[in-house]
């Protein structure tokens, strides 16, 4: 396997094999991920979503949703039958009570589709 040289500015040595960085900025990379997943967790948004989501009224609220949303929307455009399990908000809410609550801000998702729009979002969003 051919080693490439770290991607990092300035540094002369040689990335991890497989990798694209040295031990020394890859181990800094993981810690500024850290450092940024630990920040948007305890961020206001994060705090008023996990409250929202405890709710009472949303557990109903999504439950319903989906007995009469039973598929997901995802997998349907492609053609696929896929039994939905989650209510994504199609614009993401970042704690806004409003537009949480938006019905017509809601679809039906598998767990898959759910999951792979969310890290979308997380990894487009500018400022953590």
């Keep these: ?50 409250a929202l989501y405890a709710d009472q009224n949303w557990i109903r609220a999504s439950k319903a949703f989906l007995r009469r949303n039973p598929l997901c929307h995802d997998c349907a455009e492609l053609g696929a039958v896929e039994p939905a399990t989650e209510v994504d908000h199609i614009q993401p809410h970042r704690g806004d009570v409003r537009l949480f609550w938006d019905r017509s801000n809601w679809q039906s998702l598998c767990k898959p589709c759910h999951s792979r729009k969310t890290a979308r979002e997380v990894l487009h969003t500018k400022g953590g």
């Excluded at 040289?5 to 990379?29: F, I, K, M, T, W």
């Excluded at 500024?32 to 948004?45: I, V």
């Design 1 to 50: 396997m051919t080693r490439k040289l770290c991607v990092a500015a300035g540094c002369d040595d040689l990335a991890l094999p497989g990798g694209s960085r040295c031990a020394y900025h890859e181990e800094r990379h993981i810690a500024r991920q850290r450092e940024r997943r630990a920040k948007a967790q305890t961020s206001e948004a994060a705090l008023v979503g996990r």
